[in-house]
């Protein structure tokens, strides 16, 4: 009897605190395959850098620094799960993903170790970014979930949640959920 009043008061527990199989993703950040993890965070770096800015046209910025552990609390609705250092291979593999880009890629443990200005916010003088990736979340269709935040410096920057699928055998951005910012 302790027996089923305890599964009875953990199983509305779960449903209370909103732990249902109706929510689409796994659980689990990241699919099992690195070579699949270094191609959607590049596409994600590339998606960023070249059409999901705050400008009409690519600026072309020649510094793109990346914070090298996941934080999906940059988005607050994404879904979440613990950050995680990204391996020191897996950053390679990204690296040479995005080694014909025209930006020169700089990992960083954290965001204070970007150049930025305190007095205008800027970037690397105006010449660069800083990107924080979140963690990646399959779905329960194929596609995964990541969330980001770039900034650009002062209040120029942007944040979403990316949906990506495979297209032709490569990882792609497919869409964006929920709300964004941007500034």
Request: hydrophobic fraction near 40%; proline fraction near 7%.
């Amino acid at each position: 009897m302790k027996a089923t009043t305890f599964l009875l008061a953990l199983l509305y527990l779960l449903g209370v605190t909103g732990c249902t199989a109706a929510d689409e993703s796994t659980g689990d950040p990241g699919p099992s395959d690195s070579g699949d993890d270094a191609q959607i965070y590049a596409a994600a770096i590339r998606q960023i850098y070249t059409v999901d800015h705050s400008f009409g046209q690519p600026p072309g910025w020649p510094l793109v620094y990346v914070v090298n552990s996941t934080d999906d609390a940059v988005m607050s609705y994404a879904p979440a799960a613990p950050s995680q250092d990204l391996a020191p291979e897996l950053l390679a593999a990204i690296q040479t993903e995005l080694v014909d880009e025209p930006f020169e890629l700089i990992w960083i443990d954290n965001v204070d170790e970007a150049p930025i200005d305190l007095s205008n916010g800027q970037v690397a003088e105006g010449e660069g970014i800083i990107i924080t990736l979140g963690n990646i979340h399959p779905q329960n269709d194929g596609t995964i979930q990541m969330s980001f935040f770039m900034t650009c410096g002062g209040l120029c920057g942007i944040g979403k949640i990316y949906i990506m699928s495979q297209v032709d055998g490569a990882w792609q951005v497919t869409g964006s959920v929920g709300p964004e910012i941007m500034s």
